[in-house]
């Protein structure tokens, strides 16, 4: 049985390169949400054109509208022994939906992965400027990390109360952090 895992952490922690090395390792699929919003985006389906002015604000999408998406992604095959979740759920709302709709087990594993905010305001900023990305301003990076941590740090506690939590370091290189990951997963 392969593993269900959900990675769990703040913006500019490094999920997405730490999900898909994860995702490799283990022989799972990456289902990141923030992921298939920017394809929908791209592709400017209905679900794309309601969550782009949204998403460029650093706010969450409407959790029915990421809930179907994932849903569906859920009952792909290739989902059918595991998988790792990345950015759903998002709020203690999709939490419950998730659970209540395939039970407890839907997650044996949340890895949250830990740096402080001071830190992450300077690395997204860093990346904004190096790939000359202009959304990325410093009012909508202090709201995403506003929004993360009223929202979705609450589920570290959900998670561990369920047991189901393992704590990671984020601060170091891509591969000490991995490394961390890989260990606290054993
Ligand atoms: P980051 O890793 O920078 O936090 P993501 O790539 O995970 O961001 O997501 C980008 C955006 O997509 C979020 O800011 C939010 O608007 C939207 N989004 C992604 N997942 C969800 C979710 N589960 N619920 C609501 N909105 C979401």
Do not use: W
């Amino acid at each position: 049985m392969g593993r269900k895992l959900l990675l769990l952490g703040p913006p500019g922690a490094g999920k997405g390169t730490q999900a898909g090395h994860i995702a490799k390792l283990l022989g799972i699929p990456h289902i990141s949400t923030g992921d298939m919003l920017r394809q929908a985006v791209a592709e400017e389906t209905e679900l794309g054109m309601q969550a782009k002015a949204i998403m460029e604000a650093g706010d969450l999408v409407p959790d029915d509208l990421v809930t179907a998406l994932v849903i569906e992604r859920l009952a792909q095959p290739d989902a059918a022994c595991g998988y790792l979740l990345d950015g759903y759920p998002r709020n203690a709302a999709q939490a419950d939906t998730l659970t209540n709709t395939y039970g407890d087990d839907v997650i044996d594993t949340a890895i949250a992965v830990d740096v402080e905010s001071e830190e992450l305001v300077r690395r997204i900023l860093q990346r904004a400027k190096e790939q000359g990305r202009t959304d990325d301003t410093e009012d909508v990076v202090r709201n995403r990390l506003n929004v993360y941590q009223a929202d979705t740090e609450p589920l570290i506690g959900y998670y561990r109360d369920r047991e189901r939590l393992a704590e990671v370091d984020g601060v170091g290189s891509v591969d000490e952090v991995f490394g961390r990951i890989v260990e606290a997963l054993r």
